[in-house]
Nanobody, 120 residues
């Protein structure tokens, strides 16, 4: 089982990044895909989640209107489009797979994480 994130890096404040999460080793379309981030000295934060069949999405209040999650079940890939990134948002960003959109302890599989840096 593997989840591999890509698309991170350095972006200026106000800029955009699109993260991808490629899954293998399990039946992708049976699982919800969530995105988290973890910054040094802070708690891990749930950013978004998308249901297995694309019908339902969840966003944390602090990313609503700026971040969009999607998935392509044919490609076993989840996405997080991040717009208008802020200077307080550098962190390691993770994707996770679970049977439901829920709290962080209920996800079965996690990616290794990818660094996002927001700096001028």
């Amino acid at each position: 089982v593997k989840l591999v994130e890509s698309g991170g890096g350095l972006v200026q404040p106000g800029g955009s990044l699109r993260l991808s999460c490629v899954a293998s080793g399990f039946k992708f379309d049976d699982y919800a895909i969530a995105w988290f981030r973890h910054a040094p000295g802070k708690e891990r934060e749930l950013l978004s989640c998308i249901s297995p069949n694309n019908n339902n999405t969840y966003y944390a209040d602090f990313v609503k209107g700026r971040f969009t999650t999607s998935r392509d079940n044919a490609k076993n890939t989840g996405y997080l489009q991040m717009n208008n990134l802020k200077t307080e948002e550098p962190a390691v960003y993770y994707c996770a797979a679970g049977l439901y959109c829920a709290g962080p302890d209920l996800y079965d599989y996690w990616g290794q994480g990818i660094q996002v840096t927001v700096s001028a």
